[in-house]
């Protein structure tokens, strides 16, 4: 017979869920396929030489006209030295993640389709009160994809801003320019760049519409390499607290007289110790596939907020009609780091408090093999499960708030360095 728990973790399966969901087509987007299982890869590899060409071009645009302005005032040229910044990253993204495309693939499939819980053998157990367990497993794992949901949902719309901005900055240029100072009726470019063309007697190759469209979709490709790979590293970990906090409430009741018997307790916490080796396998897996990319992350984040910093007080001086989109930017970059840092602190916490959970059972009334299991889980948890900046330092609120620090006292060095 099939275990109860593996059939609530099919319906669980065949839920929706809108954040993960959205996390796979822009990762698909950009020639990346997390979940094979779901759609094709055939045409992943021409996506990929396209993204690639077409987020060159962008960079070498932006990078021209840095070079052309560089000589005047970095109040000129800051923000291409951002979007430069951008998708520069997104690229080194794409290509991070399609080199681990098969163990990231293995990753989301074990988290949407519950692999870690499944065969546990825990509900094979002739427990007497199965249905009121299972109730409690349940309810865990559906309000963890709900936190989920609401908070890939949520770094979804802050970065649907600055885009919207992108894209749409142009024709209200236009119509501000025409119909109301009536002054000229150009459309503008999308952001300052110099893009390349040839002149032909009239004609320009490319076409300045062919120009105009492809920077108009730097702001996209931007979207689909913040959103998509940092709202995964969301997905990812926040399942894994999500099953920490399972094994936590198994743990809670495995002295339990209502739940579990006294002469199954030994096998019930050893279905514990087979979870916890689970998670820690998981875990380790979505370390080794986060670990330098979240490195390159943070380093560059901390130069955006710097630059963005100091693109707000030039903008305090000129005026307050590009402070909400500049603000909107700065919360983007600001809330994309912290969700790493929030994320892997939550799993550290849960560890944290598994580890008491071991210890404060009533273990000291049980067979000697169950003391030895608690003794053992005690050793192995004491080693708090963290996940590393490149092997350097771990994710946690106290990196995040010297993230933010570095990045002050940057933008201050910045101020000084211009004010000479």
Known sequence: MQDQLDQELERIDKLPKLGLLWVEYSAYALGVNIAPRKRSS???RLTRIVVLVVNLSIIYSLVAFIMENYTISFET?????????????????????????????????????????KSLGLFDLDLPKKKELLRSVSLILLDNWLIIDRQVMFFFKIVCMPVLYYCVRPYF????????????????????????????GKFEFPSYVIRFFLLQSGPLWCFFAVFGFNSLFVVLTRYESGLIKVLRFLVQNSTSDILV?????????????RLFARISNHHNQIENLFKYIILVQCSVSSILICMLLYKISTVLEVGWVWMGMIMVYFV???????????????????????FYDWYNCSWYNESKEFKFMIKMMLLFS???????????????????VQVFRLSANFFLLLRNMNNK
């Open 42 to 44: 055939q045409y992943c």
């Open 77 to 117: 040229y800051v923000e291409a030295v951002l979007l430069t910044f951008q998708l520069s990253v997104g690229v080194v993204k794409m290509f991070h993640f399609q080199s681990k495309v098969e163990s990231c693939s293995k990753l989301v499939f074990s988290t949407e389709t519950g692999q870690v819980l």
């Open 173 to 200: 240029q236009y119509i501000y320019d025409c119909y109301i100072v009536k002054d000229t009726c150009e459309m503008t470019l999308t952001y300052p760049a110099i893009v390349p063309y040839v002149q032909l």
């Open 261 to 273: 018997p006294q002469h199954l307790r030994d096998k019930y916490l050893q279905c514990c110790v």
């Open 332 to 354: 983007t970059i600001a809330l994309e780091i912290s969700l790493y840092n929030v994320s892997a602190q939550k799993v550290e916490t849960q560890s944290e408090l598994l």
């Open 382 to 400: 004491r080693r708090t499960l963290v996940l590393s900046v490149g092997g350097f330092t771990s994710l946690s609120h106290k990196f995040l």
